[in-house]
């Protein structure tokens, strides 16, 4: 079955596979997030797409239109709420749009901004992912009869967590500036809450939300340090 096939082949939901035939954007820059969001999306019958940048999103959606849009609300580009606005505003609208974020303080943003809803990382239940998308749809998208409540838990594989420890080192290589060391310091926080680190997301919003300035290069450099040592850890177990 090819791309075109795929996207024209409508199967309805099931109880079990509430999502079923639903096509969902994921606008994430992280690889360990996305992995935990795909693993959510193919359990629940939704097929996916991946975007890792506002610019990359936009050419998804020049070429088809989703059921459902999840955007983070930190992208190397600039602001998951630039995109949300984007899409709460054209018509036909999409029917689902979901901000995430590891900060809940970034909810009232994407509100605002237009979301449907907000899913805060980690989203770690088949339950949780599923009802988030599930209360704005309308009722022809919904499964047919009761839907058995999964409490499944999600778990990415740690091996994702390497492939943004390398966007970060190659991020840094071509230089860092205040807006860059702003934008690692949140995708480490986000890492973070993704990977359930408590320490290390601690360390990282505090240096977000410390001060009016970017985070120095110091500081980037030590949340890598910490980050590099929890994947050290992985590797060890």
């Known amino acids: 079955m090819d791309d075109l096939e795929c996207f024209m082949t409508n199967p309805p939901p099931t109880p079990t596979r509430p999502l079923l035939g639903l096509t969902v954007l994921i606008v994430e820059d992280s690889r360990y997030a996305s992995e935990a969001m795909r693993m959510l999306c193919l359990r629940s019958g939704a097929r996916i797409r991946r975007a890792d940048s506002l610019a990359s999103a936009r050419k998804h959606l020049r070429v088809y239109r989703p059921t459902a849009v999840i955007v983070d609300m930190g992208l190397p580009d600039g602001s998951g709420a630039e995109l949300i606005a984007e899409l709460s505003s054209v018509a036909p609208r999409v029917g689902v749009i979901i901000a995430t974020s590891g900060d809940p303080a970034t909810e009232p943003t994407a509100l605002a901004a237009g979301a449907d809803g907000f899913l805060e990382k980690p989203v770690v239940t088949l339950t949780a992912f599923q009802e988030a998308i599930l209360a704005h749809l309308p009722e022809e998208n919904q499964p047919p009869g009761p839907r058995l409540v999964n409490t499944d838990e999600i ?9 943004d420890l390398a966007h ?17 310091t949140q995708f480490m926080s986000s890492i973070a809450h993704s990977a359930n680190d408590e320490p290390l997301a601690r360390k990282a919003d505090g240096l977000l939300s410390g001060s009016s300035k970017p985070p120095s290069a110091y500081d980037v450099s030590a949340l890598l340090s910490s980050l590099r040592t929890r994947l050290d850890l992985h590797a060890v177990m």
């Open 155 to 163: 778990t990415p594989d740690p091996i994702a967590l390497q492939d």
């Open 168 to 184: 970060i080192e190659d991020v840094i290589a071509h230089g860092a500036d205040g807006n860059t060391r702003a934008y690692l």
